[in-house]
């Protein structure tokens, strides 16, 4: 049997729990666990640099998006090939268990992860001038990355609401801008509010940004919301429910490799990345996730 290597963050903005809890509850459902408290980045690095034999460990992550990308880049920096990966809902967002209907609680979440059933699943790398960093869900640029570089600053009182919350703020000020960017096969270069590129399906606290997101077809999927600031307003209330995507003004691609050009922000997973331009390439099947 494999052993559990648990990474809980203890910044996330769900339930809590202590070390003793977890141990308790991986033993309860006899997985054998080391678990591991962490709060920063580096200190999950330390970690898998101590386990990296995919043979012999499941890479846990207990928290939100960012917990699971903070582990998923760990591992892929480190060269660990096809490793299984588990991931438990315990963050105010949590949207990439969304697309496999993860259940929040964590003893149902557990008993789904012992079937075995393991997903191959794309990941993607995005390198800038200064940065670079694996993404398994959804990257926004433009005025999405800016919404969510304002919701990390919010108190914890509003974690549960902190994207919507963030985005009306910044939509007081936000308007439409000059973007471009390239695939293989298309060009843009024109004004538009904001890009979205998803892998997963939800993002930003339950919007099901995009609703024909595949995780295993080795592309990513593209939305240009070339619309002004009165026409975005209206578009990210039908994105609630995925209803966008029929909208004209929402060019709609797929690639494996995108260039972005100009130099808006970029968030990835719920995390502020950095501004472009940026190279985006696919990494077809990288982590075997269990569900």
Request: charged fraction near 25%; include cysteine.
């Amino acid at each position: 049997m494999k052993t559990y290597i648990v990474i809980y963050n203890e910044n996330s903005r769900g339930k809590k729990y202590t070390k003793t809890d977890l141990e308790l509850i991986f033993s309860s459902h006899d997985l054998n666990s080391e678990i591991f408290v962490t709060s920063e980045v580096k200190e999950v690095d330390l970690v898998i640099k101590k386990y990296k034999n995919s043979k012999d460990y499941v890479f846990c992550a207990i928290g939100g998006d960012g917990t699971l990308n903070s582990l998923i880049n760990s591992l892929l920096k480190n060269n660990i090939k096809n490793p299984e990966v588990a991931c438990i809902a315990s963050g105010s967002g949590s949207d990439f268990l969304r697309t496999f209907a993860m259940p929040n609680d964590i003893n149902q979440a557990l008993l789904r992860i012992k079937n075995n059933q393991n997903y191959s699943v794309d990941v993607s790398l995005i390198e800038s001038k200064s940065n670079k960093k694996y993404f398994i869900n959804v990257l926004n640029f433009g005025f999405l990355a800016e919404t969510v570089n304002l919701s990390e600053k919010l108190p914890n009182i509003f974690r549960r609401f902190r994207y919507p919350i963030s985005f009306w703020l910044k939509l007081i000020s936000g308007k439409d801008s000059f973007f471009n960017l390239n695939t293989n096969s298309y060009k843009f270069s024109s004004k538009a509010f904001n890009v979205s590129i998803c892998n997963g399906q939800f993002f930003g606290g339950g919007w099901n940004i995009s609703p024909k997101s595949s995780l295993q077809d080795g592309l990513l999927n593209i939305q240009i919301f070339k619309v002004t600031k009165i026409k975005a307003m209206k578009l990210f209330f039908l994105a609630k429910k995925g209803l966008h995507i029929n909208d004209p003004d929402v060019i709609l691609k797929k690639s494996d490799k995108i260039s972005l050009n100009t130099k808006q922000p970029i968030e990835i997973d719920g995390d502020f990345f950095d501004y472009g331009p940026a190279e985006i390439y696919v990494k077809k099947h990288s982590i075997q996730l269990k569900i």
